[in-house]
């Protein structure tokens, strides 16, 4: 499963006053002068703030303009407050921003602690829209500074609670718990239950994120409780989808799952919920997929996927559903129609990333338009002022006469060399900007790599563990119910996959130390025949288990000049790999010839071999070639990149040729040696 029916409650700031019937108040206003009428405009905007955002908007106009007539600055910062509310619920973030920032000076100058926490709040949650989370972070962790020396227990709790939005949004869900936990706590204390449930919820979501399914689960269920005790139906049907999915991901719950699945199913009919119910309807599929009845799963999906076209629902819901069908059309051997839907899961999800990045531009052109007006403002305002300064010197030229065109002759050459230079600096500013997003480019494309190899390695890793820890609790548990041939075997078990660890671990250290800059580059002149009989006699017990032969051409007086220790691993790497993908009875051949300038080394192999396409992608950290050995060894590819990383450093080169079923050949170049040390 990789959705969930999440909801996470934003919370903003509190309420300034309490807000009474708009109609009474609006009727008030004619009666009302001076700071009793303005405080009625501010409650006036805050209550028409959700209802009717450009009524909100022009109260909090008039009530700044009155406040600012008898300069009484508690009316004008909460003019600015709620100015900022506004803009923020029209999504005008930068509008909202800038009013926001001038009611916190304002409240900053009056030591106002509460309405610093609630002003700093509504600011990070604005930078939070923007994808600003370090700047939101900030903000809101000056609101708990100014909260937590006040008795506003239920601001401080919503803090908290957006606090833990932020880190979930970083993907640091640890610190989202922890700061659920704290909202949850106060919470508690003020007997809100809805936000007890919602802080739940939020710290189950985190859980899952985190694979810890039992945990999520436990906090799914305090929060369905809690629902269920304020009935708020829509909560609970969400709640049981959430605690359904774990089910599913768990894989041996899976009637539970089908319960929690329909109870869900029947709670979103009742209240006419069709997007949610959509979602639940393919949950069920995957649960009936999973328990084998792949029909039942089919029907099931392809009427979700009517629902959601016909209400257009998007992008994501619909190509999950694709993605389903042609899962379960695979399992019915349906290959056709699996392909034709697995190519609308392709286009439906390339439109969904569309879509992201539209919004994404469309918030960035809203941004700048915004900026637009304000630039032209202020272009006005410039022009202005350059008018009235023409007339003086106008006036100043008719005065002085001459002295005046002297001035003004100066004036001219003063500017066009300043001009001169400025349009030079602003070329050296433009070179220097492409060099540097060229770099980010460079380094965001580097990053990305690596995540992925990281990624790659992880998984790797898991499957000889996996055996360990699998034969391990066998042999501790049940250790007299194996005969000694099956302890014996799966020790081997045992120490075969920690020898793939071992040797996994030991290329991955040395890729490291190379990446970081701590692996010295130390070229000698040494023999090459004496490095291969040490190589020789490590790989010939790992070649006698699979009957294969190690044969070598190596000249005996050979000399090389690189770094031995980074030449044996290159070596002990592709011996390795030619080993692994061999067949049984077949032999490995270790060629070298040489002349004048450089060595070539080839190891030769007649086993499975690679396709073309194989061949493109070796030697790539952001790419793998996943293959087993001929007796199913793992391989995680880290080897070959890492012989790359060493033959580069040792001033040669690498390459590889290959055939399906006729075998590999591997080569390098190392510099020749002359029988001394070079500089």
Same mark, same amino acid.
């Given at each position: 499963m990789d959705k969930l029916l999440l909801f996470v409650l934003l919370f903003a700031q509190l309420s300034l006053w309490a807000q009474p019937p708009s109609d009474s108040l609006e009727n008030s206003l004619p009666k009302l002068?001076?700071?009793?009428?303005?405080?009625?405009?501010?409650?006036?905007?805050?209550?028409?703030?959700?209802?009717?955002?450009?009524?909100?908007?022009?109260?909090?106009?008039?009530?700044?303009?009155?406040?600012?007539?008898f300069s009484d600055p508690e009316i004008i910062a909460a003019s600015y407050y709620n100015l900022g509310e506004s803009y923020y619920e029209f999504d005008e973030f930068t509008q909202a921003l800038k009013f926001y920032q001038s009611a916190l000076n304002i409240y900053r100058e009056l030591n106002n602690a509460i309405r610093i926490g609630e002003t700093c709040n509504a600011i990070g949650l604005v930078h939070y829209f923007r994808g600003e989370y370090d700047l939101a972070l900030e903000k809101q962790i000056e609101a708990l500074k100014n909260l937590e020396k006040t008795d506003e227990l239920q601001e401080l709790a919503h803090v908290y609670s957006n606090i833990g939005m932020v880190y979930s949004r970083l993907s640091d869900y640890r610190m989202a718990i922890a700061n659920y936990r704290k909202a949850t706590v106060i919470n508690n204390q003020i007997n809100d239950l809805y936000s007890v449930a919602v802080n739940y919820n939020g710290i189950g979501v985190g859980y899952y994120n985190l694979g810890l399914l039992d945990s999520a689960k436990v906090n799914y269920g305090i929060a369905l409780d809690?629902?269920?005790?304020?009935?708020?139906?829509?909560?609970?049907?969400?709640?049981?989808?959430?605690?359904?999915?774990?089910?599913?991901?768990?894989?041996?719950?899976?009637?539970?799952?089908?319960?929690?699945?329909?109870?869900?199913?029947?709670?979103?009919?009742?209240?006419?919920?069709?997007?949610?119910?959509?979602?639940?309807?393919?949950?069920?599929?995957?649960?009936?997929?999973?328990?084998?009845?792949?029909?039942?799963?089919?029907?099931?999906?392809?009427?979700?996927?009517?629902v959601a076209q016909s209400n257009r629902f998007g992008y994501y819901i619909q190509q999950l559903y694709y993605k389903d069908i042609a899962a379960t059309n695979e399992s019915l051997g349906r290959i056709d129609e699996a392909y034709s839907a697995f190519k609308l899961h392709k286009i439906y999800l390339d439109s969904l990333h569309q879509e992201e990045r539209m919004r994404q531009a469309a918030a960035l052109e809203k941004k700048y338009e915004s900026e637009k007006k304000e630039n032209e403002i202020a272009r006005l305002s410039a022009e202005r002022e350059v008018t009235r300064l023409q007339m003086q010197k106008d006036k100043a030229i008719r005065t002085f006469g001459v002295i005046a065109i002297l001035?003004?002759?100066?004036?001219?050459?003063?500017?066009?060399?300043?001009?001169?230079?400025?349009?030079?600096?602003?070329?050296?500013?433009?070179?220097?900007?492409?060099?540097i997003e060229a770099q980010k480019e460079e380094?965001?494309?580097?990053?990305?790599?690596?995540?992925?190899?990281?990624?790659? #390695?992880?998984? @790797? =890793?898991?499957?000889?563990?996996?055996?360990? !820890?699998?034969?391990?609790? &066998?042999? $501790?548990?049940?250790?007299?119910?194996?005969?000694?041939?099956?302890?014996?075997?799966?020790?081997?078990?045992?120490?075969?996959?920690?020898?793939?660890?071992?040797?996994?671990?030991?290329?991955?250290?040395?890729?490291?130390?190379?990446?970081?800059?701590?692996?010295?580059?130390?070229?000698?002149?040494?023999?090459?025949?004496?490095?291969?009989?040490?190589?020789?006699?490590?790989?010939?017990?790992?070649?006698?288990?699979?009957?294969?032969?190690?044969?070598?051409? #190596?000249?005996? @007086? =050979?000399?090389?000049?690189?770094?031995?220790? !980074?030449?044996?691993?290159? &070596?002990? $790497?592709?011996?390795?790999?030619?080993?692994?993908?061999?067949?049984?009875?077949?032999?490995?051949?270790?060629?070298?010839?040489?002349?004048?300038?450089?060595?070539?080394?080839?190891?030769?192999?007649?086993?499975?071999?690679?396709?073309?396409?194989?061949?493109?992608?070796?030697?790539?950290?952001?790419?793998?070639?996943?293959?087993?050995?001929?007796?199913?060894?793992?391989?995680?590819?880290?080897?070959?990149?890492?012989?790359?990383?060493?033959?580069?450093?040792?001033?040669?080169?690498?390459?590889?040729?290959?055939?399906?079923?006729?075998?590999?050949?591997?080569?390098?170049?190392?510099?020749?040696?002359?029988?001394?040390?070079?500089?």
């Open positions: 002068q001076g700071k009793a009428k303005a405080a009625v405009l501010n409650q006036l905007s805050e209550t028409f703030r959700s209802e009717d955002s450009s009524r909100s908007l022009n109260y909090a106009r008039e009530a700044l303009s009155l406040g600012q007539s809690y629902f269920k005790q304020i009935n708020d139906r829509r909560r609970v049907a969400i709640g049981l989808n959430n605690i359904a999915n774990i089910y599913v991901d768990e894989g041996d719950s899976l009637q539970k799952a089908l319960d929690y699945y329909e109870q869900a199913f029947h709670v979103f009919d009742e209240l006419k919920d069709v997007r949610n119910k959509t979602f639940v309807m393919e949950g069920l599929g995957c649960v009936y997929r999973a328990m084998g009845n792949n029909t039942k799963a089919l029907e099931l999906f392809q009427d979700g996927l009517e001035v003004l002759l100066v004036t001219i050459v003063y500017t066009s060399i300043a001009n001169f230079n400025k349009q030079r600096a602003n070329q050296l500013l433009a070179q220097k900007n492409t060099q380094l965001e494309l580097m990053n990305s790599s690596k995540n992925k190899f990281f990624s790659i #390695i992880a998984h @790797d =890793l898991k499957n000889p563990l996996h055996t360990i !820890m699998g034969y391990s609790f &066998l042999l $501790n548990r049940e250790y007299d119910r194996f005969t000694d041939t099956e302890r014996r075997k799966y020790a081997g078990d045992i120490y075969n996959s920690t020898n793939n660890i071992f040797r996994l671990l030991q290329n991955l250290l040395d890729w490291s130390r190379s990446q970081t800059g701590r692996l010295k580059y130390d070229p000698v002149t040494f023999g090459f025949a004496q490095l291969y009989e040490r190589i020789y006699h490590l790989m010939k017990p790992l070649a006698e288990q699979k009957n294969i032969t190690l044969r070598d051409e #190596i000249p005996t @007086d =050979l000399q090389v000049y690189a770094d031995p220790m !980074m030449v044996d691993t290159i &070596l002990r $790497n592709l011996i390795n790999n030619a080993i692994k993908f061999s067949n049984s009875g077949s032999e490995v051949m270790i060629e070298v010839t040489c002349n004048h300038t450089e060595v070539q080394v080839h190891v030769r192999d007649r086993g499975v071999g690679m396709s073309s396409s194989e061949l493109e992608n070796l030697f790539r950290i952001d790419s793998k070639v996943k293959r087993r050995g001929t007796n199913e060894e793992d391989g995680s590819g880290l080897g070959l990149i890492l012989c790359k990383e060493f033959v580069q450093i040792n001033k040669g080169s690498i390459w590889a040729k290959s055939s399906p079923r006729q075998g590999s050949t591997f080569s390098f170049t190392i510099p020749a040696g002359n029988g001394r040390e070079r500089g």
